[in-house]
Structure formats: structure tokens, C-alpha cells
């Protein structure tokens, strides 16, 4: 059964700092390019930021650049995306996706339950 959990949300102030924490089980995970997306009210989805399956290269949505990290441990099957001078507007449910390509425009991805992070004082 896969899943992914992610943890770590809450609430915190506007400059402070986040870590959150997914945890993957029932796939190859050292296969995948984990990726954090993040929706907030009335918004559609976004990306966030993305690692590859071996954690040699990352990318980050514009806004969050300099101020986000995204790391793996494909050892412990886990993705993180350190969080600092947040911001009322990363107010969101932040997603854990994990995604494999392969062939020709084939790919399987999967999905966690989110995780709430609100930024105000």
C-alpha cells in the first residue's frame, strides 16, 4: 500500500521557520522525483519545489527561491522541504507528490493528505 505522510505543519509567525517532513512507504522511492506542492483558499495547486530520484538536482518555484530547501534521504524513504522567513502568503496546505516517468509519456504518481502551515502573528 503506498503512502505518503507528511508532517511538520502548525503555525508560525511571519519570518519564522518550518520543516516539514514526508514519509513514503509501499514504492521504490529512491525511483522517484519527490516534489512539494502547496494550495491555499480559493487557489489552484502550485508547485513548490522538486528534487530528483537521486537528489542531485533541485528546483524551486520563483517565489520561494532563497528562502525554501527541499532535500531526500532515500535511505529513510523521506523528502523535506525546509521553510524559512515565511510569509502570511505560504499560508497553504503543503502536498508530498511522488512522480516516475518512464517510456514514452508513460508516468505513475502518487499524492499525500497535506499538511497546513498558516503564517500570522
Known amino acids: 500500500q503506498v503512502q505518503l505522510v507528511e508532517s511538520g505543519g502548525g503555525l508560525v509567525q511571519p519570518g519564522g521557520s518550518l520543516r516539514l517532513s514526508c514519509a513514503a512507504s509501499?514504492?521504490?522511492?529512491?525511483?522517484?522525483?519527490m516534489s512539494w506542492y502547496r494550495q491555499a483558499p480559493g487557489k489552484e495547486r502550485e508547485l513548490v519545489a522538486a528534487i530528483t530520484s537521486a537528489g542531485d538536482s533541485t528546483n524551486y518555484a520563483e517565489s520561494m527561491k532563497g528562502r525554501f530547501t527541499i532535500s531526500r534521504d532515500n535511505a529513510q524513504n523521506t523528502v523535506y522541504l525546509q521553510m524559512n522567513s515565511l510569509k502570511p502568503e505560504d499560508t497553504a496546505v503543503y502536498y508530498c507528490?511522488?512522480?516516475?516517468?518512464w517510456g514514452w509519456g508513460s508516468q505513475r504518481d502518487y499524492w499525500g493528505q497535506g499538511t497546513q502551515v498558516t503564517v500570522s502573528s
Open positions: 509501499g514504492f521504490t522511492f529512491s525511483s522517484y522525483v
Open positions: 507528490n511522488a512522480l516516475k516517468t
